[in-house]
């Protein structure tokens, strides 16, 4: 339905609507990113685990799978990351710039664009932006995604080689 349209009803639609639905994709797209940052930090996590709890080296096990990651913020995680992971430069920047769009979406995204929103070119504006951002979160996601096949890669590969761990 067009901006400026009314519906069966009679209601105006005027496109915020719309807007909301954009951005809401954009959210669920920046919580899979961090949802991927966590899946990688936990299989590292277990990985290491395992390799500690195998080695003479007991006393120094601290249990990193075991980390509740969902109390941290996005920041904190791709930090994590950063500090337990080779990050090519072209990875980090876009990490880095996943994270600044989250933080810039879910604090003060409308009330930075409230002018926009009320009119049908600045709501359509802000549906660019958000589809934008939204494709920008999923590339970090396909980016994070390959980390995490490398690590339950490695993770089945040193469960399989231990028959202790079968």
Do not use: C, W
């Amino acid at each position: 339905m067009p901006i400026g349209s009314k519906s069966e009803t009679g209601t105006l639609f005027d496109g915020r609507d719309l807007v909301y639905a954009h951005f809401g994709a954009a959210a669920f797209a920046a919580q899979v990113f961090e949802q991927n940052i966590i899946l990688v930090l936990k299989l590292r996590g277990r990985i290491e685990d395992i390799k500690v709890a195998m080695s003479d080296e007991i006393q120094t096990f601290n249990a990193r799978g075991q980390i509740d990651y969902r109390r941290m913020t996005l920041g904190k995680l791709v930090n994590l990351l950063r500090g337990r992971f080779y990050l090519e430069n072209s990875v980090a920047i876009q990490f880095a710039d996943a994270l600044k769009l989250r933080n810039e979406l879910m604090h003060g995204y409308f009330s930075r664009n409230a002018a926009r929103l009320q009119t049908a070119d600045g709501k359509n504006e802000m549906i660019l932006e958000l589809d934008t951002a939204t494709e920008t979160f999923f590339q970090a996601v396909r980016t994070a995604a390959l980390f995490a096949i490398d690590e339950g890669g490695d993770l089945l590969r040193l469960v399989d080689s231990n028959p202790d761990l079968q």
